[in-house]
């Protein structure tokens, strides 16, 4: 197999385990405030991960990928905070698309700046796949709250940041995958708590540590998928396939919890395979 084919391939798993994390994660914001599930995550994944680190005595990355890492880690941690307040402010559907556009959208620029312009097919890929990602993740507004232009703001604010987020672990990789998901552990977890104590999430402080933990593993695979593709690849490739993880969500809801999908989601996810075809060839 090609790098191109890997870097897709892997891509998909990130894809895959970042669906499930959300899912996880949705399931345990039913019970608890969204935050704290989130923080329960990543401070259990940064333990884990450091007892690993520390058990096999991997060595620092270099301050340069170390740098990055925390950088990435801290700021999608805020990132994630952003978009749950934007997602709190009105409808749903148009700002979680917006976010998730971006989410890819700014990596593939990045790419097209320092990469250079990607083959023909994979141009078409991209393509495919950012359309896909609407298509998935808009769900046209029936009746109900209108999306305010400030939840719009913060939306794209959110999805920036966690394209930026892409692009800061993609120049940290090559300090060692479990080394930069580590870094970008630590600072996020802090983050996370920084965010909590500013704002501390309204409800019951309780029943959120196995959900949390569940999603935390679940978000830290995806993380460590991620970091690979990034490594065999092109960083476009990687972060378009990667952000595909909506189908993920939605197709564990069509499992679990007998939630159909839309004819548009189902338009997307079938788009979205074309589009990895393309991306790996």
Known sequence: MNAAGASAGIGLCSAASWGGAD??????????????????????????????????????????????????????????????????????????ALTGVLTALVPVGFSFFTDGLPRPLSAAGLAAGLVAIWLITHAPQKEGPSTPPAALMLGALAGTLFGAQL????????????????????AGGLAMV???????????????????????????AGNLFYLRAAQLGRLDVAAVVCSLYPAGTILLAALVLRERPTSRQITGMALALGAVVLLSL
């Open 23 to 96: 899912f996880v994660g949705g399931m345990g914001a039913r019970r608890a405030p969204a935050l704290l599930v989130v923080a329960s995550g990543h401070i259990f994944s940064f333990f884990l991960l450091l007892g690993y680190c520390l058990t096999i005595r991997l060595h620092l990355p270099d301050q340069h990928s170390l740098l990055f890492a925390m950088l990435g880690g801290f700021e999608g941690s805020i990132a994630l905070a952003i978009f749950y307040r934007a997602l709190a402010m009105g409808a749903m559907g148009l700002t979680a």
């Open 167 to 186: 692009i800061l672990f993609k120049i940290a990789s090559p300090g060692g995958v479990v080394a930069t998901m580590t870094a970008g552990r630590a």
């Open 194 to 220: 920084l965010v909590i104590l500013v704002a501390p999430p309204k409800g019951e402080w309780k029943g959120f540590w196995g959900m949390g933990i569940l999603a935390g593993l679940l978000d830290t």
